[in-house]
């Protein structure tokens, strides 16, 4: 079976030295695999790399077996994506912001057939006609949500997802996000600093830190001898931080005047 994405030994790299290297990691149909890490780690760099949004330093980034530079159109033709915050049109209803879209993608007349479809998804129906200048940031990220989720993607990238939603717009969001891979076999790529909704919504977990891949292994695994996937990772992020701590002079069992 072809991975819905497959980067190897991707590097982007900011000026300072901010980014990411050496990212490798392969998504198949029905994974839902969430990039796990604080600010900074590197989750929205290898979404946007991904998403064909910035160009890598280096490596290789392929959708569905289509290499997103050699074959752009033929990669992205079944990719859904929610990268930071959603663009809207404030002085545009959510079915108006929907329909802009959608007919980029789809014949005239499927449009507002699917933009109810997805509006119903993210129980946002009943504000279908409402500027979305109104909507609360979690109103705006369920829309954002439903762009993404526009022509049924085989693949969807969701940037924190949960930014800004109540308990059960959590809830909504991480049944839609199951429901999509278990049911219809999408792959999704989900990001997020919160340790607690990953582990309730992803089959593998991806933990990053300061641009690198530390542990990349199944939620079972993660999870196994009863550890939550908040134990998970500081175990690892300590492990790292420890193994690359510089040796304080004297502390290395040689001593000070040790050449």
């Known amino acids: 079976m072809t991975p819905a994405l497959e980067m190897t030994r991707m590097t982007k790299l900011y000026s300072g030295g901010r980014g990411v290297r050496n990212v490798s990691l392969s998504l198949m149909p029905g994974d839902v695999c969430g990039l796990l ?40 033709e079944k990719v859904g994506c929610l990268i930071e915050a959603p663009a809207l049109y404030g002085h545009l209803s959510a079915l ?56 049924g993607p085989e693949l969807l990238m969701l940037d924190e997802p949960a930014n800004g939603l109540d308990i059960e717009g959590m809830v909504e969001i991480r049944e839609i996000i199951r429901e999509l891979a278990e049911k219809y076999r999408r792959a999704v790529l989900v990001s997020s600093h919160l340790a607690s909704e990953l582990e309730k919504t992803c ?41 690359h701590t510089p040796l304080i002079p004297g502390q290395d069992g040689r001593g000070e005047g040790a050449q």
């Open 203 to 243: 089959t593998r977990v991806v933990v990053l830190h300061d641009g690198e891949i530390l542990a990349d292994v199944s939620m079972e695994e993660a999870l196994s001898g009863g550890a939550s996937l908040e134990d998970f990772y500081l175990e690892h992020v300590r492990r790292h931080s420890s193994a």
């Open 96 to 151: 108006k912001n929907l329909r802009l879209a959608a007919l980029t993608r789809m014949p005239r007349a499927e449009v507002d057939d699917e933009c109810m479809r997805v509006l119903r998804l993210v129980h946002l129906e009943r504000y279908s006609t409402d500027r979305t200048s109104r909507f609360s940031l979690g109103m705006r990220q369920r829309l954002g949500v439903a762009l993404a989720m526009l022509s």
């Open 37 to 76: 890490g604080p600010s900074g780690s590197g989750k929205t760099t290898i979404m946007k790399v991904a998403a064909g949004l910035i160009r890598a330093d280096d490596g290789e980034v392929r959708i569905f077996g289509a290499d997103i530079l050699r074959n752009y159109e033929a990669a992205y």
